[in-house]
Nanobody, 121 residues
Framework: QVQLVESGGGLVQAGGSLRLSCAAS????????MGWYRQAPGKERELVAT???????KYADSVKGRFTISRDNAKNTVYLQMNSLKPEDTAVYYC???????????????WGKGTLVTVSS
């Protein structure tokens, strides 16, 4: 009943920028933490950035100073601004959200289908 849809991926040159968006829809009572993960071919999925309900953020060491996560609670949307992109940033990026559909139940994790980011040398 909850869907996450990512957009904004594409092909860029090293040093370029992209902005990813993820909009949540469906039966939503409250969204708690949201985040972005990424997975490169042959590699494990890794956390890129997270943001809490009140806006507290955390980043992987590899993206600190280059990526910025933000959210618009009124739109149930989370963003990832990616600057100074490097070839090693190439991966499928996935949106994640902890969503409560009822005030009586525990929140559940939901995932988007992913959007591909390719950074050329």
């Amino acid at each position: 009943q909850v869907q996450l849809v990512e957009s904004g991926g594409g092909l860029v040159q090293a040093g370029g920028s992209l902005r990813l968006s993820c909009a949540a829809s469906g039966s939503i009572f409250r969204i708690n933490a949201m985040g972005w993960y990424r997975q490169a071919p042959g590699k494990e999925r890794e956390l890129v950035a997270t943001i809490t309900t009140i806006g507290s953020t955390k980043y992987a060491d590899s993206v600190k100073g280059r990526f910025t996560i933000s959210r618009d609670n009124a739109k149930n949307t989370v963003y990832l601004q990616m600057n100074s992109l490097k070839p090693e940033d190439t991966a499928v990026y996935y949106c994640n959200a902890d969503v409560k559909y009822s005030p009586l139940v525990r929140g559940m994790d939901y995932w988007g289908k992913g959007t591909l980011v390719t950074v050329s040398s």
